[in-house]
């Protein structure tokens, strides 16, 4: 590309950027891989970043109120060579689906039930759906299993959470069903199955009907004739029946060598006078079971291709019987391996208790592994949709640690991450004999001057000046170390004592440092900073000092404390609050 780009050249090629970045993004483009790709691609527009920042804020803007589909319409109409390109990029890394070429349209779907907020166990589900389905220019649904209001009651809360987390993550879904929505639905279904004979109405005592089938006997229920049935499922739907007193079962094979295959319950009672639902109240005191409903859904709404974890195997198996009575076919599966994160909780009972007790103090505590606890410690949706990715749907089982997890982190923040100086548990430090003033110019980031320099002064009085620095760093100091204050100056130590340090000058250049073998700090100047507050992964609190310019930091802002750590800007208010990442 020419060394100068004109203002028109330059509109085109950001447009461009963006709208791929969008297409791949759910619909929604962001100004910082954007601008990422683009110096990339246009290396000389460092110098413009500035001017070039605000054309692809605008340009963002834009393409972000357009629909995926009109943004894929004016790539495909502009340049359809990037869509093949796109589209292989991601083909190469997900292994294809299974018999895609058999469906008009590949249709996915992720269905989390709204009792809990999601957390980083549904990454894998979320993002390879949408993947696949965007992978095939297929669709990708979202839907609620919100049908068990007495033991896995749904909360209004946890509809909207889960949204937006599904919306972090860059997920975006092309259709949305909420199965308390479609009882008459289900009701349909379950009265066609009765008619066909295929299914009963079962009013056994539960222990009583799990004798006989676990001896592979039938009730005396299974019986019925359709019409018999018929009568007993409306007295199902007019109350006569109370909670607990009769089940809808499908029939299976009173053979197989799973038991809990054998005519499984798919729509039972719940008395919503007492369990009241949180979206529909006590409307319904009929409700469906997992299998039926999700079977009804799944096939009603076209779902091509059902990607879980292989604890869903035995549904699969309950749920083909319901399948081959109603004459359906069953869509294609992946089962997936158990993705286990070595020291994160990823057990909802665990977080839901920890919350009731008070262990936990919310849902984003830094503890959790929740996507709204990893977001707040600024971890991104970019490094987690990489790591499941490169995971793919395999189906042994996978052990990753949180080092795995940030390392791709630090791939995707590091680059963007501004660097400044936080002291924490600041001592103070004097240094004599200093000759003159010094002014320490550092860049924001180090490989990328371009974003500019935080600067401070250093004014001895009487060749004195005082620090502040870390305790940890008190710890690697003792008489006669030579150590080195980054960007600044060498000096050597003379005494130290569990306030602080007396030091005096040694030399200025980072050559002189290296030759004697000075340790590389960092520092504030005394007289400087904002108080800061660290929150660590285990909830503890590192108090300390940040330097002036994080005055001008703003919220969610991703930034790395120079020999601390990636930490995100939380609050701003009385004083700078941050979340650590990690290293
Ligand atoms: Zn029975």
Redesign the pocket.
Known sequence: MANSTSNTELRKIIRKIALLNALNYGGKARAGPVLGKLLAECPHLKTRVKEVASVIAGAVREINKLSPDRQRGIVEEKWPEALVKEKAEVERILPSLPNAENYKQVVTRFAPNPDCLLHLGSARAIILCYEYAKMYNGLFYLRFEDTDPRLKKSALQFYDLIREDIMWLGCKWNAEFIQSDRLPIYYEHAEKILRRGNA?V???KREE?RKKVMTRQP????SLTPEENVVRWKHMLDGTYGEGKAVVRIKTDLDHPNPAVRDWPALRIIDTKKYSHPRVGSKYCVWPLYNFACGVDDHLMGVTHIIRGKEHLTNQTRQEYMYQHFGWKYPETIHYGRLKITGASLSKSVIVQGLRTGLFKSWDDPRLATFAALRRRGITAEAIRRLIIDVGPKTADVTLSWENLYAYNRKTIDPVANRYFFVGDPKKLIVKKVPHTFTAKIPLHPDKTERGFRSFDIKPKEGRVSFWVSSDDLKLMGKHKKMRFMGLFNFQVEKVTKHGVQAVFHSKSHEEAKKVGATLIHWLPHDTGIPCEVVMPDASVVKGTAENSCKELRLDDIIQFERFGFVRVDNLDEKLTVYFAHR
């Open positions: 009963y079962c009013t056994c009907f009730c005396p229920c299974r």
